[in-house]
T-cell receptor
Framework: EAQVTQNPRYLITVTGKKLTVTCSQNMNHEYMSWYRQDPGLGLRQIYYSMNVEVTDKGDVPEGYKVSRKEKRNFPLILESPSPNQTSLYFC?????????????FGQGTRLTVV | DAKTTQPTSMDCAEGRAANLPCNHSTISGNEYVYWYRQIHSQGPQYIIHGLKNNETNEMASLIITEDRKSSTLILPHATLRDTAVYYCIVRRPTGNQFYFGTGTSLTVIP
């Protein structure tokens, strides 16, 4: 089954403790991205990657890092989480950067930083 | 960058057609219109997309005006499970390709 898998689904952590949220897709997609969703603000893109070893900032990249060492995985790294990074996070992938292919989304990771 | 304008909320009676409008007056010639929906806090679900012709699939129909400045998503027979936030997106060719905005909250009423 084609899917985008995020882990963990829920995470509570403390300020400053490094964490990684994993994202994996099984569709051999080139394009992957991370979003955060906050009440009243919709989904905002954090980072995206057009292919292996190619990443770029989205609209709200501050406080986050990503890597794309292999095609299927696109982890989101918070080196020093802060309470303002408490949010619902989504990973997405699409076949390529073509405008005629839909994006598939993971089920989300709810992160709370205390 | 082409942005979209949608009503904040809408209601629809169960079994009736739900027509969700979207304005995208600054869309460029090669940009597609996509519709997604999000139920509660689940991952957004793809519904349909199109360039300039009307499109239909098992979930919905998409009507795009001839000048491409607006579109309408039609759920032909709305059910309670269609209650969700619906996002109209103009997919950009660069950068953040899917700019979601705040969408339309559709409530299907029994």
């Amino acid at each position: 089954e084609a899917q985008v898998t995020q882990n963990p689904r829920y995470l509570i952590t403390v300020t400053g403790k490094k964490l990684t949220v994993t994202c994996s897709q099984n569709m051999n997609h080139e394009y992957m991205s991370w979003y955060r969703q906050d009440p009243g603000l919709g989904l905002r893109q954090i980072y995206y990657s057009m292919n292996v070893e190619v990443t770029d900032k989205g609209d709200v990249p501050e406080g986050y890092k990503v890597s794309r060492k292999e095609k299927r995985n696109f982890p989101l790294i918070l080196e020093s989480p802060s309470p303002n990074q408490t949010s619902l996070y989504f990973c997405a992938s699409s076949l390529d950067r073509s405008l005629n292919t839909e994006a598939f989304f993971g089920q989300g990771t709810r992160l709370t930083v205390v | 960058d082409a942005k979209t304008t949608q009503p904040t909320s809408m209601d629809c009676a169960e079994g009736r057609a739900a027509n969700l409008p979207c304005n995208h007056s600054t869309i460029s010639g090669n940009e597609y219109v996509y519709w997604y929906r999000q139920i509660h806090s689940q991952g957004p679900q793809y519904i349909i997309h199109g360039l300039k012709n009307n499109e239909t699939n098992e979930m919905a129909s998409l009507i795009i005006t001839e000048d491409r400045k607006s579109s309408t998503l039609i759920l032909p027979h709305a059910t309670l499970r269609d209650t969700a936030v619906y996002y109209c997106i103009v997919r950009r060719p660069t950068g953040n390709q899917f700019y979601f905005g705040t969408g339309t909250s559709l409530t299907v009423i029994p």
